[in-house]
């Protein structure tokens, strides 16, 4: 199976990867080409994180020389070096080459450099990159010191920690972007739900980041136990069960021990009962410790009520793992196949608290993966909502793991907000690939309507979310995002903590402002119109939502890094609609225009990018001629050519390009130096070409 995953060092929401470079890009290489850095794309640096991207579209530039000349491309020296951790090639034949960013040999955390090339030319770049580093490096603490400062902290008992390394990093505050030299690790007390990724600065020995890795309202951390061996062997059988919200439905369970459970050994689904589910143990290897218990029936059908609300999740995620196959090529979350565990019924609540179930959630971390799921107790009160089991809920969480296993989004201010709306992105698309009355609402059906409402986001219209869930969503990216209320609802994009270093503002708004990708992506599928916060009149024509989860997945998988902010995503979507429709066509064309309604970009095609990539899809051989005929080859769209002398004088009038090998006369024309003039769509893409006789 072709696929792009980033292989990054995680936290909570990843995974560990052990990968030895096997290739290192020193910061200063010389090659004797006529080709000079100076030629290269400018990169635009997007934001004080560094993020920043560059077009090589049409330009004909060999990754090779990026590579050898790739630190003094980003201004850098020779402390400054990139080490090759993954290479693959997609579906569409494009190569994507990642590289992690070293200063004097310490590693810059999150700083990847993406390369993306088709038949050895570069299409884009981009990534993250800090040039100006000028800090202390000697000094680095020790493992089990980090591990009494993190303790003293979290003041939580049963803490396992993991992944402990020593890294640059980069702390966004209200006062800018500062670097230290700082000890990593991540903390996990799992009975508790709580569980972080610290960076202690190893001068001070303070916490200066503390990124939360356990995400609640639709997003948290379970476990599960490891008596999963029968005594029988598993038999998949076909099932009409009876789910929460959706009738009945087929799904597949299988023998064990004489019974019937929620498990489907073909798609690698297993569903189990969290009731008892305590997060003790401190040893975990990949499964979830505690009284986990089975969901059994005599009869392979499934239809006491209690079983109701594990089914529909058993059946929501068959559908969500059949549409990350069919759609995206993709085969479980980290497209390896690995187990998907879901466990249903489990406590949010702090200890000593009233039973908590109205949340859902899904944990990657220290080994262990799954997704969680409640009973919609209120303060150990029924009657406010249903279980957290729906459909685009359950492929929320899901999509939280391919998230993690891509981009790996971190999860506060803007890169947070875009990992919570790739989650409903998808959560959507998945509701609309099982096309049992799909909506562009999230969580329809789990409030009970007595309270006023009867779903938890609006995709369609952020602004409506109901307001006692703080579920109102900005539609519109304003121009000043630290600001709160700079366009309604927006939610400043500055973490605050409080004594306990606990977030006061969600991360910097992240299940706030993602409100503004999902607007984009309703736009981007259904279209709309109007005027947006900032004054933008926008006019959308939708392309349909099997066009936009295409784009919405490449632009995830393939260009988006820890800390891309919502202009990173906008760039990312161009190029990769450019990569799946074209640089001008219409899915591009109502691409901006989406992205221009929610108040990012100008809503016009780029006359560059067009000319760029017809030009990359245009071939002129043999070149000189020789024998009186030469080929166009056309890979874009129809259009009509003409060929000029050296003085510009017309010799060949306009004449019709088809798509493909066009094969053209010139016999009887003197030898000399002459110009293709292609017009494809309206761009212009001249070509030189040499006949002799």
């Not at 049409?58 to 090779?64: A, H, L, P, T």
């Not at 439905?249 to 004489?258: A, H, K």
């Not at 989650?423 to 049992?436: K, P």
């Amino acid at each position: 199976m072709k696929k792009t995953v980033i292989l990054i060092k995680t936290l909570i929401f990843s995974f560990t990867v052990g990968v030895t470079p096997f290739l290192v890009v020193k910061g200063q290489k010389k090659q004797n080409v006529e080709l000079t850095v100076k030629d290269l794309p400018k990169k635009i640096t997007t934001s004080a994180l560094g993020n920043f991207s560059a077009d090589f579209n049409g330009k004909n530039i060999s990754s090779e020389y990026l590579i050898n000349h790739l630190g003094e491309w980003l201004g850098g020296n020779n402390d400054h070096t990139f080490n090759l951790i993954n290479t693959s090639v997609d579906e569409l034949g494009i190569k994507h080459s990642s590289y992690q960013h070293y200063y004097k040999n310490v590693k810059v955390a999150d700083e990847l450099i993406l390369l993306h090339e088709k038949d050895g030319l570069l299409t884009f770049v981009n990534g993250e990159y800090t040039n100006d580093i000028d800090i202390p490096l000697g000094q680095i603490l020790d493992k089990s010191e980090i591990e009494s400062i993190v303790s003293k902290d979290m003041k939580l008992p049963n803490i396992t920690f993991a992944e402990f390394e020593n890294v640059i990093t980069k702390v966004l505050s209200d006062r800018g972007v500062k670097l230290y030299s700082a000890s990593t690790i991540n903390a996990l007390a799992l009975k508790n739900l709580k569980g972080y990724t610290y960076y202690v600065d190893n001068a001070s020995k303070n916490i200066v980041k503390k990124l939360e890795k356990i995400h609640h309202h639709n997003n948290i951390n379970v476990a599960e136990a490891s008596s999963l061996k029968t005594m029988k062997p598993l038999v998949d059988t076909p099932s009409t069960s009876a789910t929460f919200y959706k009738g009945n439905q087929q799904i597949t369970v299988d023998s064990y021990n004489g019974l019937y459970r929620l498990k489907d050994n073909a798609r690698n689904i297993y569903t189990r009962d969290g009731t008892n589910w305590d997060g003790g143990g401190n040893t975990f290897t990949g499964e979830f410790t505690g009284t986990i218990t089975e969901y059994t029936s005599a009869s392979p059908n499934f239809t006491a009520n209690d079983t109701k609300p594990p089914v529909e999740v058993h059946w929501a995620m068959s559908k969500a793992h059949d549409y990350y196959v069919s759609r995206h090529n993709r085969n479980s979350y980290d497209g390896n196949g690995s187990i998907i565990r879901n466990y249903y019924n489990v406590n949010f609540a702090p200890a000593n608290q009233p039973a908590s179930g109205i949340n859902a959630a899904a944990v990657d971390v220290q080994g262990i993966v799954g997704m969680v799921y409640g009973n919609g107790l209120y303060q150990g009160q029924a009657g406010y909502f249903n279980p957290f089991v729906a459909l685009d809920v359950a492929g929320h969480e899901y999509s939280h793991l391919i998230v993690s296993r891509t981009a790996n989004l971190a999860y506060q201010g803007e890169s947070g907000a875009l990992n919570e709306s790739f989650a409903d992105i998808f959560g959507a698309s998945i509701e609309f690939y099982t096309n049992i009355s799909p909506n562009w609402t999230i969580g329809e059906g789990i409030p009970n309507p007595a309270l006023g409402f009867t779903f938890l986001r609006s995709m369609s219209n952020p602004n409506s979310g109901p307001a006692i869930l703080g579920s109102q969503q900005p539609d519109t990216y304003p121009t000043n995002p630290t600001v709160s209320g700079s366009t309604q609802y927006w939610a400043s994009t500055i973490p605050t903590y409080n004594a306990n270093g606990e977030t006061t503002n969600d991360h910097g708004g992240v299940h706030t402002n993602s409100g503004v990708g999902n607007y984009w992506f309703y736009l981007l599928s259904a279209g709309g119109s109007g005027t947006n916060d900032i004054g933008n009149n926008f006019n959308v024509t939708g392309i349909t939502i099997q066009k936009a989860e295409k784009i919405a997945y490449r632009t995830l998988a393939n260009y988006l890094t820890a800390n891309s902010q919502f202009i990173d995503a906008y760039n990312a979507s161009k190029q990769a609609v450019t990569d799946l429709y074209g640089a001008n066509g219409n899915e591009q064309l109502q691409n901006v225009k989406a992205w221009y309604a929610v108040g990012i970009g100008n809503g016009l095609l780029s006359t560059s990018e067009i000319k760029n990539k017809i030009e990359n899809q245009l071939a002129v051989y043999p070149n000189p001629v020789k024998n009186g005929i030469f080929t166009i080859e056309n890979n874009s769209s129809e259009g009509i050519y003409e060929i000029y002398d050296a003085s510009g004088k017309l010799i060949k009038n306009s004449d019709k390009l088809q798509k493909g090998n066009n094969k053209i006369n010139v016999t009887g024309v003197e030898k000399g130096v002459y110009f293709v003039k292609i017009n494809i769509e309206g761009s212009i893409v001249s070509k030189k070409i040499v006949i002799e006789k």
